[in-house]
């Protein structure tokens, strides 16, 4: 009997420390795991967690149903393994607006499903299932792309045009503003520090789905990420954010799988707050429209980023960078390192400054977006359309970028344009069209090591039009080559050869008509 006492007053002490230990039950709470929307129980419990200082809001098995969810500081969402918890389709549940960011313009719209601002320590963690419903928001911005007549303004557009009066964007953004519809991101922290997101599993997304905006201290590790083919459903996005890791994700979207991004033009340039110091690692990418991709939204700049030991099989590109004039801002400081990628619809690596819209050379200024110190390494990539693409801008070429230990076989090789201080070591790619390496209009490059295992017949290795100073050096090709260079432009001149043995090559260097005699030195 003693004994029995003893296990007895156990027992209850233990149940007197879980009742006290700031873990909420929601089903204590008056939630319910019958899939019966229960909205205010969940946001009372964080409120009751949040007056007590903090705790967990704790979602056993089973399906809950509710809509937007405001976070506080020092908040914990655990679901456990069996838990699904689904948000609302009804928008009326994502009202009032809230002060968000939308694709790098800060507006008021509908609430995010997780929401939170200006707050601390808040935490979504677990083993269970978090489905936005997504399908409901993407149904409604087909409705108004598709609609071949104007449609009279649902109460949404009208509360958004309302709510936004004032608010300036370009004209090329006219197009997206006229919607006066923006769906809400799955989990927008905006203004916040010490986040971290673990372990669950999110689908279907009604927009952007891990989006912290103006966040210092973000952690995003071991969550799997499944949108299905939808309009804008990527999968994490940090924006204007400091000190962030992502690792060990999974993830197949609607859009592309990881993106870093800083505001859109005069708004992002308005605000300032540059997205650096990130790391990526350890993460799988199936589809999606970019594996890692920084911008096009980069107007507060981009910096100290490295992503590494990642794979990108089936996604429509690799690593992208992109950008176009009208946005300002600075990519720089940029590490790749460790990537394996298969199935590449498009461009393996592309870095782009004539996103969204073409147009004329302009004076430099804060406009003019700039890419620099951008170094890749270590790549293998196989089955890919296109290895990589360099383009720059007149007033603002590409500068200092490195490509080292590549192996990439595909159909196209790598093309760089109006781009300065590029230098290419140890990098094969076995193209079936085309030269492995195209450069024009570019200077101050370096190709040590290149070459091709499958050289073509008739088709240079390396093809250069209007380009300079150039060492193309310790190059060794194996297998009998026809053509390795193929030289044209009148702006071609110091290309120098040093130290290759092309025993296996029947024509060094193919010599076009517009071609000064004195521009290569062999």
């Known amino acids: 009997m003693k004994n029995i006492l003893i296990i007895l007053c156990f027992i209850t002490g233990l149940n007197t420390t879980f009742a006290n230990d700031g873990w909420l ?38 399906e809950y149903l509710t809509g937007a969810l405001t976070l506080k500081s020092n ?61 409901a928001w993407w149904n409604e911005v087909y ?15 009208t509360m958004w045009e309302e709510q936004n009066k004032g608010l300036y964007t370009e004209p090329y953004y006219k197009r997206t503003v006229d919607k006066k519809f923006f769906r809400p991101s799955f989990f927008q922290a905006y203004n916040c520090k010490n986040i971290l997101i673990e ?25 799997s990420i499944f949108n299905p083919h ?38 992002g340039r308005k605000y300032g707050k540059a997205t650096e110091n990130v790391t ?11 594996g890692v991709v920084i911008g096009s939204e980069m107007s507060g700049g981009i ?50 400054l004539f996103y969204d819209k073409e147009n004329a050379v302009e004076p430099v200024s804060e406009r003019t977006p700039i890419f620099r110190n951008i170094h890749i390494s270590n790549v293998t990539g196989g089955n890919v359309n296109k290895a990589g693409f360099v383009r720059g801008i007149a007033e603002m070429p590409i500068q200092n970028i490195t490509f080292s230990n590549i192996n990439m076989d595909g159909k196209e090789g790598f093309t760089i344009n109006t781009a300065t201080d590029v230098e290419f070591h140890d990098v094969k790619v076995n193209a079936t069209v085309g030269p492995s390496f195209k450069i024009s209009d570019s200077k101050n490059l370096i190709l040590d090591n290149v070459g091709s295992s499958t050289p073509i017949k008739g088709i240079p290795v390396i093809k ?9 050096n310790n190059n060794f090709p194996f297998n009998a080559t026809d053509i390795f260079i193929d030289a044209d432009g009148k702006a071609t001149k110091n290309i120098f050869l040093k130290n290759n043995v092309f025993n296996n090559v029947t024509t060094t260097v193919k010599k076009g008509k517009d071609l000064d005699k004195k521009a290569i030195t062999e």
């Open 230 to 267: 939808s309009p804008n459903t990527d999968g994490i996005n940090p924006s204007s954010c400091t000190n962030v890791h992502i690792s060990n994700c999974h993830i197949s979207v609607g859009d592309d799988c990881i993106t870093i991004k800083s505001g859109r033009d005069g708004d």
């Open 25 to 62: 039950n929601i089903l204590n709470e008056g939630g319910n795991n019958k899939g019966i929307k229960c909205t205010q129980a969940i946001q009372n419990a964080i409120e009751k967690a949040s007056k007590n200082g903090g705790g967990t809001i704790f979602f056993p098995a089973g």
């Open 199 to 223: 372990g669950v599993t999110f689908k279907n997304s009604p927009f952007w789905t891990i989006n912290p905006e103006f966040c210092d201290n973000v952690t995003v590790t071991g969550i």
């Open 143 to 157: 409705r108004i792309e598709t609609a071949k007549e104007p449609l009279p303004p649902t109460k949404y557009q």
């Open 75 to 135: 908040i914990t969402i655990h679901l456990d393994s069996g838990a699904l918890l689904k948000f609302s389709e009804n928008f009326d549940d994502f009202l009032p607006y809230v002060e968000m960011r939308y694709e790098g313009i800060v507006m008021k719209s509908f609430q995010p499903l997780f929401y939170a601002k200006d707050v601390e320590n808040i935490t979504i963690t677990g083993r269970g299932v978090i489905d936005g419903q997504g399908k």
């Open 280 to 290: 990526i690692t350890n993460c799988t990418m199936l589809s999606g429209h970019g």
């Open 464 to 472: 250069i039009d209007n380009a300079s100073n150039i060492m193309i």
């Open 303 to 352: 910096k100290k980023i490295t992503i590494s030991n990642c794979v990108f099989d089936g996604t429509d590109r690799g690593i992208r960078i992109k950008s176009a004039r009208g946005r300002g801002g600075v990519v720089e400081d940029i590490r790749v390192d460790n990537i394996v990628m298969k199935n590449i619809k498009q461009e393996a690596i592309i870095l782009d």
